[in-house]
């Protein structure tokens, strides 16, 4: 697939402006395999010298004897030079990857855009916020806003809308009970939202007791959802697998969750200590000890004991009391 045509595909697909980096990710097999072929040209294009078969022999044998067993650590030693910068190298390979495949993607973008830019073209590429989009070109501009407003607005639907606006696609022409049916709960109130965006339309009546009217989806219902015809929508088979796929995943993720918060358990299990690393002397710990302390702890310490009073009248009964009280307002 051409690198080129790629670029334009995610560019009008991009909802925000999408950055080079990006691009070149997305890209990143391609950009290889174009690097790949273009160094494997230019090595066929410059082929090496073979030395002759007699010369080459007196070369080896040269290099045998120029590393007498003297010499071997020398030799160690500077392999490990070259380990050494070979490390501090690939540090920055990555780096200069991304330059070689930034270097390689350009020239297609440039030529993206310089192909949009003519004057045959109603859009071009801009920069925009550290990326690129499309847009249309500011001569356009009247006719572009005088289409946008005569575009009806986006319909937004409920969830009940939108099952029951399922169960006609998939079933039509299919009446309120049937609908209902399926659902499980009465859609004749949903059934007249639907009707007001002119999404479903009657279909006649069911050749049964009481004809009940039946309904189908509307060519708006095409238009909205980008459909040809009702063949091209989604077999529920793959709905079962792709619902089957996300709980999967569902599954997966919450596992995962789980095992980041509570770790992993340890497989041998916490042993008791034995009575024998007791302490000599000292008795067993049953928790009474520890229970008491806590008991203690826990109790308030400005509590205070009730104290008994040493007034006679704290002992009359209520009946008492009131006498006493009513024969002093009487003067008795």
């Given at each position: 697939?051409?690198i080129?045509?790629?670029?334009?595909?995610?560019?009008?697909?991009?909802?925000?402006?999408?950055?080079?980096?990006?691009?070149?990710?997305?890209l990143?097999?391609?950009?290889?395999?174009?690097?790949?072929a273009?160094?494997q040209?230019?090595?066929?294009?410059?082929?090496?010298?073979?030395l002759?078969?007699?010369?080459?022999?007196?070369?080896l044998g040269?290099?045998?004897?120029?590393?007498?067993a003297?010499?071997?650590?020398?030799?160690?030693?500077?392999?490990?030079?070259?380990?050494?910068?070979?490390?501090?190298?690939?540090?920055?390979?990555?780096?200069?990857?991304?330059?070689e495949?930034?270097?390689l993607?350009?020239?297609?973008?440039?030529?993206?855009?310089?192909e949009?830019?003519?004057?045959?073209?109603?859009?071009e590429?801009?920069?925009?916020?550290g990326?690129?989009?499309?847009s249309?070109?500011?001569?356009?501009?009247?006719?572009?806003?005088?289409?946008?407003?005569?575009?009806?607005?986006p319909i937004?639907?409920?969830?009940?809308?939108?099952?029951?606006?399922?169960?006609?696609?998939?079933?039509?022409?299919?009446?309120?009970?049937?609908?209902?049916?399926?659902?499980?709960?009465?859609?004749?109130?949903v059934i007249?939202?639907?009707?007001?965006?002119?999404?479903?339309?009657t279909?006649?009546?069911?050749?049964?007791?009481?004809?009940?009217?039946?309904?189908?989806?509307?060519?708006?219902?095409l238009?909205?959802?980008?459909?040809k015809?009702?063949?091209?929508?989604?077999?529920?088979?793959?709905?079962?697998?792709l619902?089957?796929?996300?709980?999967?995943?569902?599954?997966?993720?919450?596992?995962?969750?789980?095992a980041?918060?509570?770790?992993?358990p340890?497989d041998?299990?916490?042993?008791?200590?034995?009575?024998?690393?007791?302490?000599?002397?000292?008795?067993?710990?049953?928790?009474?000890?520890?229970?008491?302390?806590?008991?203690?702890?826990e109790?308030?310490?400005?509590?205070?004991?009730p104290?008994?009073?040493?007034d006679?009248r704290?002992?009359?009964?209520?009946?008492?009391?009131?006498?006493?009280?009513?024969s002093?307002s009487?003067?008795?």
């Amino acid at each position: 697939m051409s690198i080129k045509a790629q670029l334009e595909a995610l560019i009008y697909a991009a909802e925000e402006p999408i950055t080079l980096d990006q691009m070149m990710a997305l890209l990143k097999e391609d950009l290889l395999a174009l690097k790949q072929a273009a160094a494997q040209v230019e090595a066929e294009s410059q082929p090496q010298a073979e030395l002759p078969p007699e010369k080459a022999d007196h070369h080896l044998g040269a290099v045998e004897d120029s590393a007498p067993a003297g010499e071997s650590g020398a030799a160690e030693l500077e392999v490990a030079e070259a380990v050494a910068k070979t490390r501090a190298k690939s540090k920055d390979k990555d780096k200069l990857e991304k330059a070689e495949l930034r270097a390689l993607l350009k020239p297609f973008l440039e030529e993206l855009t310089a192909e949009f830019n003519r004057e045959d073209h109603g859009i071009e590429i801009r920069q925009v916020a550290g990326g690129y989009r499309m847009s249309t070109k500011p001569e356009h501009h009247d006719v572009v806003r005088a289409f946008s407003k005569s575009l009806k607005p986006p319909i937004r639907l409920s969830l009940q809308a939108l099952e029951t606006l399922a169960v006609i696609a998939y079933k039509q022409p299919v009446t309120v009970p049937e609908i209902s049916e399926i659902r499980g709960v009465d859609a004749a109130g949903v059934i007249g939202t639907l009707l007001e965006r002119k999404l479903i339309t009657t279909a006649g009546r069911k050749a049964v007791v009481g004809r009940p009217m039946l309904y189908k989806t509307t060519k708006d219902f095409l238009l909205r959802f980008g459909l040809k015809d009702i063949n091209e929508l989604p077999s529920l088979e793959e709905f079962e697998k792709l619902a089957a796929g996300e709980l999967q995943d569902e599954l997966l993720s919450r596992d995962a969750a789980i095992a980041d918060a509570t770790g992993v358990p340890n497989d041998e299990p916490e042993q008791e200590p034995k009575a024998e690393e007791q302490t000599q002397g000292s008795a067993p710990d049953d928790g009474g000890v520890e229970q008491l302390a806590e008991d203690k702890a826990e109790t308030p310490q400005n509590v205070t004991e009730p104290t008994v009073s040493s007034d006679p009248r704290h002992t009359q009964t209520d009946e008492e009391v009131a006498g006493e009280v009513a024969s002093e307002s009487t003067g008795g």
